[in-house]
């Protein structure tokens, strides 16, 4: 089945270059060039992925983000201007699944559009439940429960998550974690892969401040605790 993408965006002729790439790319790809048009479209009909501008004529690309992962977890690559880190940052603490920045190549956006849709759609996970104490973390349905009760995670969240628990006990550095959940080498200094922990912490931990699942360990990357409460 093609996967149909929404595409946010203002710029007509970026828009159209990338909705004529994506489509011979096999994705069938809508247009809307205003954040209020997407929001709409959005709301009525079905998309398995969206591509978002940060830089919108009439509302901020955050605030769409904001807004759809209220109700959804439809997966969302960023496109933000070259240097706006903190956009970035923010983006993904509000739920966005990568970022993109521009100028980019088309190949490449096709590339992480379809890594999202792979982590969203399971990936070819085994249908198994990891179980850490009070964690379960549900490979089949891509949900993590705490006490029974579901903790929203995005996708890639829930893919950096994964990662960890298969490997608990063992010290994982940024690049090997980043090299496992997207099979591509983390960009240097690229800090994004903190702010998803932080994100899984806030959604796993009992105190996100002094965490007991996720540990930092310092110079060295994250280990994901074998034994728990």
Known sequence: MTDRILLIEDDARLAEMVQTYLGTAGFDVVVAPTGRAGLALHARESFDAL??????????GLDVCRTIRASAQTPIVMLTARGDAMDRVIGL??????????????????????????RAKGGGEPAEVLRF???????????????????PLTS???????VL??????VMSRDAIMDLVKN???????????????????????????PRRVITVRGAGYVFAKAQE
Not at 105 to 115: D, G, K, Q, T, V
Not at 156 to 162: D, G, I, M, R, T
């Open 165 to 170: 628990a298969r490997h608990a006990g063992r």
């Open 93 to 118: 603490e509000i739920g966005a699944d990568d970022y993109l920045p521009k100028p980019f190549e088309p190949r490449e956006l096709s590339a992480r559009l379809r890594a999202v849709l792979r």
């Open 51 to 60: 591509i978002l501008d940060l830089m919108l004529p009439d509302m901020d």
């Open 184 to 210: 591509e080498p983390l960009e240097a200094f690229d800090r994004s892969i903190d702010v998803h922990v932080s994100r899984i912490r806030a959604a796993i931990e009992d105190d996100p401040k002094q």
């Open 133 to 151: 104490g009070r964690l379960e973390i549900d490979l089949g349905a891509r949900q993590v429960r705490l006490d029974g009760e579901p903790r």
């Open 156 to 162: 890639h969240q829930f893919a950096l998550l994964v």
